[in-house]
């Protein structure tokens, strides 16, 4: 079983819809999580960054984590054009970026 | 701010030759990290710094791989001899370390490595 599992895609929506990204991981000890948005041919960029349990919205974009599943979630309200690219989770048990493992990427595609 | 700089963009090799890559981190940034990317293994970290010393070095595929940071502003991954796997894309990423606080890392554009 991988550290970090995630849908690899590809995912296509019509704009406007709700889109829902997911991650599942094994490794109890993490208590950092991060969703990175990486566009065709460029580096990956944060989107959103939680600690621990819980909520976090930013804009259109909302981060879920349940440590309890092992289990964090993205979504991603009135989906854009714009919003297409690969979408990698990643998470860590902090202590200076030991132990930083990515998830392998959702790609997403919004149809206008 | 430039945001992190690395070079070149795109690299094709012969098999055997050394590749040298190279990453400007942001300014005040004090972490520095290298990651490979192929489609198949995803994002693998392979070494990162704090403070220019080297912390953990165990994602390193192997002996052919090394990596060094002069200065706060330069660091360098060198693949000796390179070999057609390790065509992938190299990215570096920095960060500021807080404390205890884990950090946000931002990414380079990425170098494209072909190994004919």
């Known amino acids: 079983q991988k550290e970090v599992e995630q849908d690899p895609g590809p995912l296509s929506v019509p704009e406007g819809a709700i889109v829902s990204l997911n991650c599942t991981y094994s490794?109890?000890?993490?208590?950092?999580f991060m969703w990175y948005r990486q566009y065709s041919r460029k580096g990956p960029e944060l989107l959103m960054y939680?600690?621990?349990?819980g909520n976090k919205e930013d804009g259109r974009f909302t981060a879920q984590v349940d440590k309890s599943s092992k289990y964090i979630s993205l979504f991603i309200r009135d989906s854009q054009p714009s919003d297409s690219a690969t979408y990698l989770c990643?998470?860590?048990?902090?202590?200076?970026?030991?132990?930083?493992?990515f998830g392998p990427g959702t790609r997403l595609s919004v149809l206008p | 701010d430039a945001g992190v700089i690395q070079s070149p963009r795109h690299e094709v090799t012969e098999m055997g030759q050394e590749v040298t890559l190279r990453c400007k981190p942001i300014?005040?940034?004090?972490?520095l990290f290298w990651y490979r990317q192929t489609m198949m293994r995803g994002l693998e970290l392979l070494i990162y710094?704090?403070?220019?010393?080297?912390?953990?070095d165990s994602g390193m595929p192997e002996d052919r791989f090394s990596a060094k940071m002069p200065n706060a502003s330069f660091s360098t991954l060198k693949i000796q001899p390179s070999e057609p796997r390790d065509s992938a894309v190299y990215f570096c990423?920095?960060?500021?370390?807080?404390?205890?606080?884990?950090?946000?890392?931002?990414f380079g554009p990425g170098t494209r490595l072909l190994v004919l």
């Open positions: 490794n109890s000890a993490f208590q950092y």
């Open positions: 939680t600690y621990s349990s």
């Open positions: 710094f704090n403070n220019n010393v080297p912390i953990d």
């Open positions: 990423a920095s960060s500021l370390r807080k404390g205890l606080n884990q950090e946000t890392q931002y």
């Open positions: 990643a998470m860590s048990a902090g202590n200076y970026g030991q132990n930083f493992v």
């Open positions: 300014s005040g940034h004090n972490s």
